[in-house]
């Protein structure tokens, strides 16, 4: 594993040119460029100006809070695939712009501790760009800790969770907003931002299966905010959730935990009982 820093400021990220990848921040051009095995920071010692990036990307983590130029994605549209339970961590006060593209990241971590795989919790000197993009976090973690989606209040296109195990739980931080967010079961969903705006919500669970989706403070409401798609919730285990916006929600082959509203729940058919690992409790 090695780490990579971005120097000489405007530039092309690609498969073969090594001019501006540095071993240390701020240091000389002429290392790899990075792999699968290495970390990618952006910072102050990066230089201004735009990094294109133009190849598919595969590298642990990307770091990019501290830079004062423009990480693009959007020209050539390129997947990228990070491996770290820290994956993407774009907050902090540099005056930079972030661009997503239209292309899949991927996020595959397995960590079993708690980890923050989206972090954008402070976005002072940002502007941000989703693009199209689809960001689909694979990895499965476990009962041992929980992953963050800190996403900073602000607008995503595409995003997905996909299902875990053994009880393993994700909070979602910040007020944000989803053109399209997915919930695969089996999972643990903890809403903090108190509202998530969304235009078009769905959740994928099974009575088996289920989507526990709750608010990271009990007794405290979460709402998510749809305002005309009338979302898809099927195998949902629901607990301090608010339906709101416009949308009819419908929750069917579903549980009812207490202290929501604005919401239908029709439960299991055939009066399937829940067990309570399988409610994430």
């Given at each position: 594993m090695?780490?990579?820093?971005?120097?000489?400021?405007?530039?092309?990220?690609?498969?073969?040119?090594?001019?501006?990848?540095?071993?240390?921040?701020?240091g000389a051009g002429g290392a790899s460029v990075p792999?699968?095995?290495?970390?990618?920071?952006?910072?102050?010692?990066?230089?201004?100006?735009?990094?294109?990036?133009?190849?598919?990307?595969?590298?642990?983590?990307?770091?990019?809070?501290?830079?004062?130029?423009?990480?693009?994605?959007?020209?050539?549209?390129?997947n990228v695939t990070l491996s770290s339970s820290s994956a993407f961590n774009g907050s902090g006060s540099g005056t930079r712009t972030i661009k997503l593209g239209n292309g899949t990241w991927t996020f595959t971590s397995t960590a079993s501790s708690n980890s923050t795989i989206w972090t954008m919790a402070?976005?002072?000197?940002?502007?941000?760009?989703?693009?199209?993009?689809?960001?689909?976090?694979?990895?499965?973690?476990?009962?041992?800790?929980?992953?963050?989606?800190?996403?900073?209040?602000?607008?995503?296109?595409?995003?997905?969770?996909?299902?875990?195990?053994?009880?393993?739980?994700?909070?979602?931080?910040?007020?944000?907003?989803?053109?399209?967010?997915?919930?695969?079961?089996?999972?643990?969903?903890?809403?903090?931002?108190?509202t998530q705006t969304i235009a078009t919500l769905t959740i994928n669970g099974s009575p088996s299966s289920p989507v526990l989706m709750r608010s990271s403070s009990d007794g405290s409401s979460r709402t998510l905010s749809v305002a005309s798609n009338a979302p898809t919730i099927n195998g949902a285990a629901l607990r301090d959730i608010t339906g709101a916006g416009g949308a009819s929600f419908v929750a069917n082959n579903s549980f009812d935990l207490g202290h929501n509203s604005g919401i239908t729940i029709n439960g299991p058919a055939g009066g399937h009982i829940a067990t309570r690992q399988q409610l994430g409790m």
């Open positions: 090695a780490n990579r820093f971005w120097v000489g400021g405007t530039g092309e990220w690609n498969a073969s040119d090594t001019t501006h990848w540095s071993a240390t921040t701020g792999g699968t095995s290495d970390t990618v920071t952006f910072n102050a010692s990066s230089g201004g100006g735009t990094v294109t990036v133009n190849t598919t990307v595969a590298v642990q983590s990307i770091t990019c809070g501290a830079f004062t130029g423009t990480l693009d994605f959007s020209v050539n549209n390129n402070t976005t002072t000197g940002l502007t941000f760009d989703a693009g199209l993009s689809i960001l689909d976090f694979t990895g499965v973690g476990d009962s041992a800790g929980q992953r963050i989606f800190s996403g900073g209040g602000l607008t995503y296109s595409s995003v997905r969770f996909r299902g875990q195990v053994n009880g393993a739980s994700l909070q979602i931080i910040g007020a944000n907003s989803f053109t399209t967010l997915t919930n695969d079961g089996p999972n643990v969903i903890e809403l903090s931002g108190l």
